[in-house]
T-cell receptor
Framework: AQTVTQSQPEMSVQEAETVTLSCTYD???????LFWYKQPPSRQMILVIR??????QNATENRFSVNFQKAAKSFSLKISDSQLGDTAMYFC???????????FGAGTRLTVKP | DVKVTQSSRYLVKRTGEKVFLECVQD?????MFWYRQDPGLGLRLIYF???????EKGDIPEGYSVSREKKERFSLILESASTNQTSMYLC??????????????FGPGTRLTVL
């Protein structure tokens, strides 16, 4: 079974600075997807970024980028120029290719301080 | 935009009551999911459905059942609520086919308290 580990339960960062959230996973699969989801306080969970394992290039979405290290089974999220609206719970998730079973990490609570 | 709605944001029930949580999506997605979210445990899959009247057990199905009579609606049922079912319940939907279609879209969640 796949497991996803987020080793940082809580993190904080000053506004406008950069922060990196860690995620590692365990799988014997070669084809899979990785996701970062954001859950703001009392608001809906939304997708931040996704990565296909067969792609070597790291995914980016505006201020959000990932460092995908397939051999190390590591998938970290970098948030640049942090904004107050980035304060949220962040979940890393893994899904096998052509499979509906998505596995989530325990989450990292990020606080952006003014 | 994909819209996934859940019938209640907050719900308080008594032990032994039958509880219905409803989820509706408006994007014609084939797949629908029910998760529970607990601090320190992330999201755990209770049940999912890949078509009308079809269902599959997830990791923690005990104490729950589901119903999917229409494509857009997926209900989670607690036959006899217990205090250990106090949690946040999240519904999600997605479309099969690979690529961006596999992305799951979430509802706002229902925070259920069982007294």
């Amino acid at each position: 079974a796949q497991t996803v580990t987020q080793s940082q339960p809580e993190m904080s960062v000053q506004e406008a600075e950069t922060v990196t959230l860690s995620c590692t996973y365990d799988t014997s699969e070669n084809n899979y997807y990785l996701f970062w989801y954001k859950q703001p306080p009392s608001r809906q969970m939304i997708l931040v970024i996704r990565q296909e394992a067969y792609k070597q290039q790291n995914a980016t979405e505006n201020r959000f980028s990932v460092n995908f290290q397939k051999a190390a089974k590591s998938f970290s999220l970098k948030i640049s120029d942090s904004q107050l609206g980035d304060t949220a719970m962040y979940f890393c998730a893994f899904m096998k290719y052509n499979n509906n079973d998505m596995r989530f990490g325990a989450g990292t609570r990020l606080t952006v301080k003014p | 935009d994909v819209k996934v709605t859940q019938s209640s944001r907050y719900l308080v029930k008594r032990t032994g009551e039958k509880v219905f949580l409803e989820c509706v999506q408006d994007m014609d997605h084939e797949n629908m999911f029910w998760y529970r979210q607990d601090p320190g445990l992330g999201l755990r899959l209770i049940y999912f459905s890949y078509d009308v009247k079809m269902k599959e057990k997830g990791d923690i199905p005990e104490g729950y059942s589901v119903s999917r009579e229409k494509k857009e609606r997926f209900s989670l049922i607690l036959e006899s609520a217990s205090t250990n079912q106090t949690s946040m319940y999240l519904c999600a939907s997605s479309s099969p086919g690979g690529g961006a279609l596999d992305t799951q879209y979430f509802g706002p969640g229902t925070r259920l308290t069982v007294l």
